[in-house]
Each structure stands twice: as C-alpha cells, then as structure tokens.
C-alpha cells in the first residue's frame, strides 16, 4: 500500500469524517450505550448492517473505477445504496461525507477529474462508499482493500465518537476494535465478492435509523450524524 492510498484513508484527514458519529451520539442519547461492552455490541451490530452494505459499494465502486464504468452505471450504484438507506438523514449525512473525501480527492489527485462519471449522481456528491470505492481504485487499491476500508470505518467512527462523548478510556476501545478485526475483514472479504447491484448487501438497523432521523433535529449535539 503507497503512501497516497494512505494519506487518502487517514482519519486525519479533511474530509470531514470527524464530524459524524455514525450513529453512536443519538444511541448515547437514547441510552443504548452506556459503556465499553455496549461500544462493542454496537459496532458489532453495525459492522453486521451498515458494515456490510458500504464494504459491498465500495468494493463495486473500486471495480467500477477500474472498468471505466459509464455514467448511467454509477447512477445506478448510488441509487441502489439509497435504496438501502432509509433515513434521509442518514443519506444526508452519506453525502456529505462523500462530498468531503470527494474534495480531498481532488485536491491530492488533480489530475484526475470523476466529474463526468458521477454527473448523473444527486447533488451534492455519491455516497460516501461509493467515492470511497473509487478513490482507493484511483490510489491504486483493489475491490477488497476498499471494502475493508469501509467495513473499518464503520467500526472506528462510532468507537471514536464513544470516547468522546462517554469518557472511555481509547486504549479500551481501541483493543476491542482489535478484538474485531477478524470479523471486520470476513464480513468486508464477502461483500467484496463480484455481484450485481441489486444483489449488494442490503442489511439494516430501523432503530438506529429512526434515531438518525432524530437526531438532526435536536438543538445540541456534538456531531452531525
């Protein structure tokens, strides 16, 4: 793995990531994690759904990116993962994020301009797995390394986002999101697998759908999502 692939999949990064919870703050709020053991189930579960469905897209959206995929077929990737996001604010916030990694993107690789393949894409950019898929395809990364950086950030975003607005020890919850290495790699290695679109992960969680849906109407919160 080069170093722009990494710098591309680097938390530290400006592409916004920071700013989202994935989920965490609202079942926080609503009193679903409270501690390190329930920080586990929760990714776990995440990990299961979301972890699942974003590892599918983005390992299509790094073989897309490879095979020059034309406009139409990206439109129907980004619809198809839509389909799979109930909560408007969820897809809200998938795009968001995916118009941030889609500006780091354009400013560490200039040369290369995805405007043409995503013109049909909804404003204000594609989900996020999907830009994510085709910046490790640009930085050189295959359909399964860009479904384990999916699969992972699923994980780490909400681990993160624990720490802060529990006051857990981040070495802790950093041992358990080792503990779940293994499942995070078997669950991205089998959404990665060649499929159709229609056929891609389509896991969910309602509940922590409704609370997204929640959540962006409260007056304080910590994190956009």
Do not use: K, N, Q
């Amino acid at each position: 793995m080069h170093s722009l692939l990494l710098l591309l999949l680097d938390s530290r990064s400006p592409a916004g990531a920071h700013g989202h919870s994935g989920g965490m703050e609202p079942a926080v709020t609503a009193g679903f994690v409270r501690d390190e053991d329930d920080v586990r189930r929760f990714c776990a579960g995440r990990l299961a759904t979301a972890g699942a469905v974003a590892a599918g897209f983005a390992a299509a959206a790094a073989r897309a990116w490879a095979a020059g995929a034309p406009a139409p077929e990206w439109r129907d990737l980004d619809d198809e993962l839509s389909a799979r996001t109930p909560s408007e604010a969820a897809r809200a916030a998938s795009r968001a994020l995916g118009r941030g990694l889609l500006r780091l993107l354009r400013s560490t690789v200039p040369d290369v301009d995805p405007r043409p393949a995503w013109s049909l894409i909804e404003r204000p950019a594609p989900h996020h797995a999907l830009v994510l898929g085709g910046a490790c395809a640009i930085a050189g990364g295959d359909p399964a390394l860009a479904a384990r950086a999916a699969a992972l950030g699923v994980c780490t975003a909400p681990a993160s986002a624990a720490v802060r607005l529990l006051g857990l020890d981040p070495y802790a919850v950093h041992r358990l999101l080792a503990e779940l290495a293994p499942e995070i790699d078997r669950v991205a290695d089998a959404a990665a697998r060649p499929m159709p679109a229609s056929a891609l992960p389509a896991g969910s969680a309602p509940a922590l759908e409704l609370l997204a849906d929640v959540h962006v109407t409260r007056e304080v919160r910590l994190f956009a999502s």
